[in-house]
């Protein structure tokens, strides 16, 4: 089993940059696929990015594809997600997930159902 912990939201304004961090332990890091999902108020929780066990491979939602990159260190067990141009409709609460999964065909796991654990959250606000 594996405990997540998300930091470094906070508010910013359009156009700004803002780098949230996934911290892991209880588990073997590197078995576990990570990804961010986010969720807006009144809106379905949606998938943002995912990056596989090794970190060789990662696939993004249409919405964020050329402005966030997601990336992970498994020696100290965390993920980044870099988000950059920010616009006010990426203003949710952003959590991050893992996935019990080491194979490199990532880009179908984006359902947030295949996700076994998840943190508690982190918001980032983005005004206009």
């Known amino acids: 089993q594996v405990q997540l912990v998300e930091s470094g939201g906070g508010s910013v304004q359009a156009g700004g940059s803002l780098r ?12 576990y696929a990570i990804g961010w999902f986010r969720q807006a108020p009144g809106k379905e929780r949606e998938f943002v990015a995912v990056v596989s066990a090794d970190g060789g491979v990662t696939h993004y939602a249409d919405s964020v594809k050329g402005r966030f990159t997601i990336s992970r260190d498994n020696v100290k ?31 179908s796991r ?19």
């Not at 984006?110 to 206009?128: D, H, K, P, R």
């Open 110 to 128: 984006t359902g947030a159902y295949l996700y076994e654990y998840w943190g508690q959250g982190t918001q980032l606000t983005v005004s206009s």
């Open 20 to 31: 949230l961090s996934c911290a892991a332990s209880g588990g073997r890091f590197n078995r």
């Open 77 to 107: 067990n965390t993920v980044t997600l870099r988000t950059d141009s920010l616009k006010p409709e990426d203003t949710a609460a952003y959590y991050c997930a893992a996935l019990d999964f080491t194979g490199s065909m990532i880009q």
